[in-house]
């Protein structure tokens, strides 16, 4: 009688600190949880601004106070600079392990339909506003392999037929004033090896000879940026490069490796702009736009 006794606190014991070590581990496992997803949102917005010549910007928001899951908000700013026409949701789901995956969600429903093509909350989407290829072209690109018939709506992408400096970029965004508003810069952050085919280079690249576009927003998110330069220069310069980098932080990395493959800190004078995107002015004839910027050899319109 006294063994039993003596066994059922034991085993109260023994189940209490079983109990104690399960919500130890489990808390462990979702501070790692909570740690990667953070640092990959964190690198994903930045991804995003550097990203998005079609005007598009992401939000993110918690989603569930239970379980590691998100919400991410598309915004689209086609065809205004401070007010959006809608947005795309995505969401994701993190496993005790830190592993993330995206699907995207059903607006009405919030059900999952995952999708390899659309999991993954891209800021890219191949057809623009005007129903055509959002296409730049690298500087020396032969028109003669090229359709530059200019969109009929919608923004104007603007390519150079010659890279120029930041400020000599500056000096052209005030130019355009008069046909409107510069939205984004176009960014040279290609090494020689990656045109050696004279690829065309595009928002969401998905076929062989396509490669992605990066640049400095001019607006994001519906606001004006002041210092666009160095929002750009900041992200390329602080992403994790040590063992914490996520493939996100990796990506970032090499982007700037291809502006400059030094160890040394991107300054402004390291920035070669090889195009632009342009939100016309709605009062003002588009064909006029096209005819007195595209069609006087300075530059190539889509």
């Known amino acids: 009688m006294q063994n039993k006794k003596r066994i059922i606190p034991l085993i109260c014991i023994i189940v209490f600190l079983i ?9 462990a496992q979702r501070s790692v949880q909570t740690k990667k997803i953070d640092a990959m949102n964190s690198s994903l917005l930045n991804y995003f601004y ?27 700013y086609h065809f205004d600079l401070y ?41 890219v989407i191949k057809i623009n506003d005007a129903l ?12 003669s392999d ?21 400020e000599k970029a500056l000096e052209v965004v005030e130019n355009m004033t008069s046909y409107g508003t ?41 606001q004006d940026i002041n210092a666009p330069s160095d929002a750009f220069l900041n992200i390329l310069n602080n992403a994790p490069s040590d063992d914490n980098a996520n493939d996100i932080d990796r990506m970032i990395n090499d982007i700037k490796s291809g502006i400059n ?15 632009l995107v342009l939100l016309p002015t709605k009062d003002i004839d588009r064909t006029q736009i096209i005819e007195e910027i595209c069609n006087k050899g300075k530059y190539i319109c889509r």
């Open 19 to 27: 109990a104690s070590c399960l919500i130890v581990f489990s808390s």
């Open 261 to 275: 493959d030094s160890e040394t800190t991107l300054t402004e004078k390291d920035l070669r702009i090889i195009g």
């Open 132 to 143: 055509s290829d959002q296409l730049f072209f690298y500087p020396g690109y032969s028109e």
């Open 50 to 76: 550097i990203s998005c010549p079609n005007g598009n910007a992401l939000r993110i928001e918690k989603h569930s106070k239970f379980n590691v899951s998100y919400r991410y908000y598309l915004d689209k």
């Open 182 to 222: 510069v939205t984004w810069l176009w960014v040279d952050t290609y090494r020689k090896t990656d045109m050696s085919n004279a690829p065309i280079t595009l928002q969401n690249p998905l076929n062989g000879g396509e490669l992605p576009v990066y640049g400095i927003p001019l607006y994001y998110n519906g």
């Open 146 to 166: 090229i359709d530059t018939k200019p969109s009929t709506s919608g923004k104007l992408y603007v390519s150079f037929r010659e890279a120029i400096s930041y």
């Open 83 to 123: 007010a959006d026409d809608g947005h795309s949701i995505y969401g994701s789901d993190t496993d005790i392990k830190g592993n993330t995956i995206f699907y995207h969600a059903e607006i009405l429903s919030g059900s999952k339909e995952v999708n390899h093509e659309t999991d993954f909350p891209k800021c």
